[in-house]
């Protein structure tokens, strides 16, 4: 099991029904967390399975103004002019979390489950990375580092319902015609064609809650596991 620390100066998991001035969730989301570990290490044939996440700063907001890429309609010939938008972000200011997670296979034939644990162990390390990891919007990078097993933190004294959280997303193929009403896009992957890059994603929520610091992550379904191997299949 991988037991990291995740830090930065701002982080924003924009709760989905905020779209005109995102407000974040209280803490880091179970797909978020998969995003980051995916940005470290990724294969076809693997998913980040995430266990626990403990919250190690206080939950502390900040109104912040974002720049906001948009496009304006074209006018005439005129391609897309993109524009940036100043919109107020409700924002979380210093987080910190230790998060458990676990490399699932999808295909023990594709890779070896000990060698994805090695070669995920060794990016790690090195400080490694297929992009920038971040916490939730591209401009709060992201720390990530084995936890300090000498120096072992402690989680907040925090007990709250959170009701209806994220618990994972499902990413499906895409031909990009037509409306895409998901709301999250898998990052570009290493070597993907710009045809295979539109997928769209479904969010999954169920009710959580901050017990002493730390949200439990229930195991992700089965039938999970068969569409995302599906998914590798044709990527």
Known sequence: MFDLTITGNFACFTRPYTNS???????????????????IYWHPGLV?????????NPIQYESILYNMPNFR????????????????????????????ADLMTLDSKAIPINKAVGCATKRLEKGRHYFQPYLGLSDFAAT???????????????????GQFPHFALYEPHDGKGED?????????????????????????????IIEGVI???????NYYQQLFAEAAIA
Do not use: C
């Open 21 to 39: 001035s995102p407000v974040s969730y209280e803490a880091l989301t179970p797909p978020a967390a998969q995003g980051i570990l995916t940005a």
């Open 48 to 56: 980040w399975q995430i266990h626990e996440i403990s919250i190690l």
């Open 73 to 100: 309609a074209p006018k005439n010939d005129q391609k897309n002019i993109r524009i940036a938008q100043l919109i107020r972000h409700l924002v979380l200011r210093n987080p910190a979390y230790r998060i458990k």
């Open 144 to 162: 990530v580092r084995f936890t300090d097993r000498d120096h072992i933190p402690v989680p907040q004294p925090i007990n709250q319902s959170l």
């Open 181 to 209: 009403t998901g709301i999250m896009r898998r990052p570009n992957r290493v070597g993907e064609t710009p045809t295979s890059l539109h997928r769209r994603s479904t969010v999954y929520f169920d009710n959580a809650e």
């Open 216 to 222: 439990k992550v229930p195991p992700i379904p089965d």
